[in-house]
């Protein structure tokens, strides 16, 4: 092709991104409309008339492309956590003194940034070039948006003003999608013009947006971007603060928030809270509150994260939006663990665009502390989390006969569901109904037993697992596997008067998933049991580090964190040099002296043992003291599932498992141990459509032989697993030289 004509095709695309840049990021149009609207004319002519020079980088690829069927799941390269909240500011100084007391040594600086309140993005750039973006999901994994997010103007394709020296060969950008508010106003009024339904607010028209699997549809969505952090970073300029970070995302052409503060001291963190707080209305998107980082990177790698939230950094929101209405009774609701709740049932009212009939009261203690009695006119306030909850109560309006709430005389000291003993908690506030087999316990375990995000089992939603239990067909979540066909197909969903069948189809839905478990990994099995305090991720960690549910009822690992809890206590206790509780004498402070010396001693060597297999990283030696040290599982869940497996329960769902013949895999190996096995270091990239496993049959299989999966080609790509109808990325592998394996292919070789 004629040379010149490519030239002036990269000045021409290089021209348009840079006016991009000034219009959406800097918001300083640098061209008028109608000399924009020529250039990208004669781009569009000159891509007609040479479609060869089109790339993906090209500003004319944002306008969309053809629907998906589906999303993609993609794996987080590093997790994306979630930050502690608070509302007071009290818990913000203390925050600042608990982090300032794990770095004694170290003088603080601190940046407080606007809380965006959009949806949490990554966009990873591979050699410069975008090529995956992705929700949060959980954490872990989300969806795969990259075509949605291609249509947002403020997303450079390609980083931007860096030498070839500089350009990062991995860079992940994290921030915020949002919609500004006179974009949400606008599209609103578009929709009710068309007799659309109206977005309550612009948060969730974002989030409408990016799940659309038409991203031309998305084009026409005002979205916008800020971003505030990395992910994983490879090569590229030193990035070692957040103050650098910002620098250097604005040089690569996003956009950042236009306010931030760097602060030397709780006071000055304050201040900035509430300097934010005065200017943020003037801001063209929402906030809900302000987020505090610790600047420099190193010292948040020395205090870590705990398994949700980083260490280093928490977000202050501002007041939410308050109703106020009457409260008309208070229920108790039981949970899959057997808490009560008690729920406020309200006069309806309206509440950031939505009509809210209950609220959480949270537990009894709550409710007296607020003293919140049925017939107060509460104020109820939605904190950006689905569910409102009462946070005071207008005593003026009080009725002169109420009487103070008392959870025994409403609950007559029983279950409300199966009338059976309840208990107070005593690690929590809340009572307990302590009878395992409660239906209503039985019926939230067996949905959760069946979510997307345990086994998955199909047709198996609130309603059908309270019928299963009303019926007794089901009592417990592994009796799904003795469900006839005929028992199922049969079942009425309704009730005498109205029936309503569950059907054929579902009914075959439901055992094909539920033999479709079996295959599934530790992971999914532990967290699908409901074992309290067991969230996901703290689940799926166990499963790295043990081999199946006999390791884990019998772990040395959880048994070294409860040990070291109790050790650390002790330490506490015969410290003799503690201030607070001096010895007595000077036979006392030997004695107490040897004793202490045996503590700190077992300590070191159950917490080096962790170390080793990568349980635990130690914070700080500590000399003389007890080393202090995180754990990846802290001992309070450590001593609820060893508790579980010691339990009736625990030891019936064992045994059951064995008749049933169901042995879930972890793998045991710790998470950074794949230095081993056939792929050990290698790269791959899944794409199309598997036939004899599913995704994560497939990934858990190149994970056990050493492999790691990526989910774009790039050159660092070493193979490709094709499955059916594998389109861009099975061309873009061919092309880059990635050895392809079909499915038969890469089952043979790891056979
Ligand atoms: S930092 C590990 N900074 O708030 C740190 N988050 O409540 C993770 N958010 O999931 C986030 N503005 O979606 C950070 N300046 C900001 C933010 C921000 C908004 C969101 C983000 C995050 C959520 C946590």
């Given at each position: 092709?004629?040379?010149?004509?490519?030239?002036?095709y990269t000045?021409?695309?290089?021209?348009?991104?840079?006016?991009?840049?000034?219009?959406?990021?800097?918001?300083?149009?640098?061209i008028?409309?109608?000399?924009?609207?020529?250039?990208?004319?004669?781009?569009?002519?000159l891509?007609a008339?040479?479609?060869e020079?089109?790339?993906?980088?090209?500003p004319?690829?944002?306008?969309?492309?053809?629907?998906?069927?589906?999303f993609?799941?993609?794996?987080?390269?590093?997790?994306?956590?979630?930050?502690?909240?608070?509302?007071s500011?009290?818990?913000?100084?203390?925050?600042?003194?608990?982090?300032?007391?794990?770095?004694?040594?170290?003088?603080?600086?601190?940046?407080?940034?606007?809380?965006?309140?959009?949806?949490?993005?990554?966009l990873?750039?591979?050699?410069?070039?975008?090529?995956v973006?992705?929700?949060?999901?959980?954490?872990?994994?989300?969806?795969?948006?990259?075509?949605?997010?291609?249509?947002?103007?403020?997303?450079?394709?390609?980083?931007?003003?860096?030498?070839?020296?500089?350009?990062?060969?991995?860079?992940?950008?994290?921030?915020?999608?949002?919609?500004?508010?006179?974009?949400?106003e606008?599209?609103?009024?578009?929709?009710?013009?068309?007799?659309?339904?109206?977005?309550?607010?612009?948060?969730?028209?974002?989030?409408?947006?990016?799940?659309?699997l038409?991203?031309?549809?998305?084009?026409?969505?005002?979205?916008?971007?800020?971003?505030?952090?990395?992910?994983?970073?490879?090569?590229?300029?030193?990035?070692?603060?957040?103050?650098?970070?910002?620098?250097?995302?604005?040089?690569?052409?996003?956009?950042?928030?236009?306010?931030?503060?760097?602060?030397?001291?709780?006071?000055?963190?304050?201040?900035?809270?509430?300097e934010?707080?005065?200017?943020?209305?003037?801001?063209?998107?929402d906030?809900?509150?302000?987020v505090?980082?610790?600047?420099?990177?190193?010292l948040?790698?020395?205090?870590?994260?705990?398994a949700?939230?980083?260490?280093?950094?928490?977000?202050?929101?501002?007041?939410?939006?308050?109703?106020?209405?009457?409260?008309?009774?208070?229920?108790?609701?039981?949970?899959?663990?057997?808490?009560?709740?008690?729920?406020?049932?309200?006069?309806?009212?309206?509440?950031?665009?939505?009509t809210?009939?209950?609220?959480?009261?949270?537990?009894?203690?709550?409710?007296?502390?607020?003293?919140?009695?049925?017939?107060?006119?509460?104020?109820?306030?939605?904190?950006?989390d689905?569910?409102?909850?009462?946070?005071?109560?207008?005593?003026?309006?009080?009725?002169?006969?109420?009487?103070?709430?008392?959870?025994?005389?409403?609950?007559?000291?029983?279950?409300?569901?199966?009338?059976?003993?309840?208990?107070?908690?005593?690690?929590?506030?809340?009572?307990r109904?302590?009878?395992?087999?409660?239906?209503?316990?039985?019926?939230q375990?067996?949905?959760?037993?069946?979510?997307?995000?345990?086994?998955?089992?199909?047709c198996?939603?609130?309603?059908?697992?309270?019928?299963?239990?009303?019926r007794?067909?089901?009592c417990?979540p592994?009796?799904?596997?003795?469900?006839?066909?005929?028992?199922?197909?049969?079942?009425?969903?309704?009730?005498?008067?109205?029936?309503?069948?569950?059907?054929?189809?579902?009914?075959?839905?439901?055992?094909?998933?539920?033999?479709?478990?079996?295959?599934?990994g530790?992971?999914?099995w532990?967290?699908?049991?409901?074992?309290?305090?067991?969230?996901?991720?703290?689940?799926?960690?166990?499963?790295?580090?043990?081999?199946?549910?006999?390791?884990?009822?019998?772990?040395?690992?959880?048994?070294?964190?409860?040990?070291?809890?109790?050790?650390?206590?002790?330490?506490?206790?015969?410290?003799?040099?503690?201030?607070?509780?001096?010895?007595?004498?000077?036979?006392?402070?030997?004695?107490?002296?040897?004793?202490?010396t045996?503590?700190?001693?077992?300590?070191?060597?159950?917490?080096?043992s962790?170390?080793?297999?990568?349980?635990?990283?130690?914070?700080?030696?500590?000399?003389?003291?007890?080393?202090?040290?995180?754990?990846?599982?802290?001992?309070?869940?450590?001593?609820s599932?060893m508790?579980?497996?010691?339990?009736?329960?625990?030891?019936?769902?064992?045994?059951?498992?064995?008749?049933?013949?169901?042995?879930p895999?972890?793998?045991?190996?710790?998470?950074?141990?794949?230095?081993?096995?056939?792929?050990?270091?290698?790269?791959?990239v899944?794409?199309g459509?598997?036939?004899?496993m599913?995704?994560?049959?497939?990934?858990?299989?190149?994970?056990?032989?050493?492999?790691?999966?990526?989910?774009?080609?790039?050159?660092?790509?070493?193979?490709?697993?094709?499955?059916?109808?594998?389109?861009?990325?099975?061309?873009?592998?061919?092309?880059?030289?990635?050895?392809?394996?079909?499915?038969?292919?890469f089952?043979?070789?790891?056979?």
């Amino acid at each position: 092709m004629d040379n010149s004509i490519k030239q002036l095709y990269t000045s021409l695309v290089e021209e348009i991104f840079r006016y991009d840049r000034a219009y959406y990021v800097d918001a300083q149009p640098a061209i008028s409309d109608q000399d924009y609207d020529r250039l990208y004319r004669e781009l569009l002519d000159l891509e007609a008339s040479h479609p060869e020079l089109i790339t993906s980088c090209s500003p004319s690829q944002r306008v969309g492309g053809e629907p998906l069927e589906g999303f993609d799941t993609v794996q987080h390269a590093l997790p994306m956590m979630s930050l502690d909240n608070t509302y007071s500011q009290n818990e913000v100084r203390e925050f600042i003194d608990r982090v300032q007391k794990l770095l004694p040594n170290e003088e603080l600086d601190w940046v407080v940034e606007p809380k965006a309140d959009g949806i949490a993005i990554s966009l990873r750039y591979e050699d410069g070039q975008f090529t995956v973006g992705a929700t949060r999901g959980d954490g872990v994994s989300g969806d795969d948006v990259t075509e949605n997010l291609r249509t947002i103007r403020s997303i450079p394709l390609h980083l931007q003003s860096i030498t070839e020296a500089d350009l990062p060969s991995v860079f992940e950008a994290r921030g915020e999608v949002i919609m500004t508010r006179s974009g949400f106003e606008k599209l609103n009024s578009m929709r009710e013009t068309d007799g659309e339904s109206l977005f309550a607010n612009p948060r969730n028209a974002t989030a409408g947006s990016l799940k659309q699997l038409d991203s031309a549809l998305v084009a026409k969505r005002p979205l916008d971007i800020v971003l505030y952090g990395n992910g994983e970073v490879i090569g590229g300029p030193l990035v070692d603060s957040q103050c650098v970070l910002f620098e250097a995302l604005g040089k690569f052409g996003f956009r950042t928030p236009k306010h931030i503060w760097n602060c030397s001291s709780a006071e000055q963190v304050v201040a900035a809270i509430d300097e934010l707080d005065r200017i943020r209305e003037s801001f063209d998107y929402d906030t809900d509150g302000a987020v505090i980082k610790l600047n420099r990177f190193d010292l948040r790698d020395r205090i870590g994260v705990t398994a949700k939230a980083p260490r280093w950094a928490m977000a202050y929101k501002y007041a939410a939006e308050q109703a106020q209405t009457l409260l008309n009774s208070i229920t108790i609701q039981v949970g899959r663990t057997g808490t009560l709740t008690p729920v406020a049932e309200l006069e309806p009212v309206l509440l950031d665009g939505s009509t809210i009939s209950r609220a959480t009261l949270h537990n009894d203690e709550e409710i007296s502390r607020k003293d919140i009695r049925v017939g107060d006119t509460v104020i109820i306030e939605k904190r950006g989390d689905v569910i409102p909850a009462v946070i005071s109560v207008v005593k003026d309006f009080r009725l002169s006969d109420s009487k103070p709430f008392d959870i025994l005389s409403i609950t007559e000291n029983r279950c409300p569901d199966c009338g059976g003993a309840i208990q107070k908690d005593r690690e929590f506030v809340a009572w307990r109904c302590i009878n395992h087999d409660c239906p209503a316990q039985a019926a939230q375990r067996l949905e959760h037993f069946a979510a997307r995000t345990a086994l998955d089992i199909e047709c198996l939603g609130e309603i059908v697992s309270d019928k299963l239990i009303e019926r007794n067909l089901v009592c417990s979540p592994l009796d799904l596997f003795d469900l006839t066909l005929e028992q199922l197909r049969s079942l009425n969903l309704g009730n005498a008067d109205e029936p309503r069948t569950f059907g054929e189809k579902n009914a075959i839905k439901l055992i094909e998933s539920v033999q479709r478990s079996r295959s599934l990994g530790l992971d999914k099995w532990l967290f699908a049991l409901a074992i309290p305090e067991l969230g996901r991720t703290t689940a799926s960690l166990l499963a790295k580090f043990h081999k199946d549910f006999a390791s884990l009822a019998t772990s040395e690992i959880l048994n070294n964190v409860i040990e070291l809890d109790k050790l650390n206590e002790r330490a506490v206790r015969v410290n003799p040099r503690s201030r607070k509780n001096k010895p007595t004498s000077e036979s006392d402070r030997t004695e107490r002296e040897n004793y202490y010396t045996q503590i700190v001693d077992q300590i070191t060597s159950r917490v080096d043992s962790l170390v080793r297999l990568g349980f635990a990283s130690v914070t700080k030696e500590n000399g003389y003291h007890p080393p202090n040290y995180t754990t990846e599982v802290g001992p309070s869940v450590a001593r609820s599932v060893m508790n579980w497996f010691g339990s009736t329960i625990g030891c019936e769902t064992l045994e059951r498992l064995i008749e049933l013949d169901i042995d879930p895999k972890g793998s045991e190996q710790g998470p950074s141990n794949n230095d081993r096995g056939l792929y050990a270091g290698k790269i791959f990239v899944i794409t199309g459509t598997l036939s004899g496993m599913s995704r994560e049959e497939a990934k858990a299989k190149i994970e056990a032989n050493g492999g790691k999966t990526t989910t774009s080609v790039s050159k660092k790509t070493d193979y490709l697993l094709a499955g059916e109808k594998a389109g861009s990325k099975l061309q873009k592998a061919e092309l880059l030289g990635v050895t392809v394996l079909d499915e038969t292919a890469f089952l043979s070789q790891i056979d």
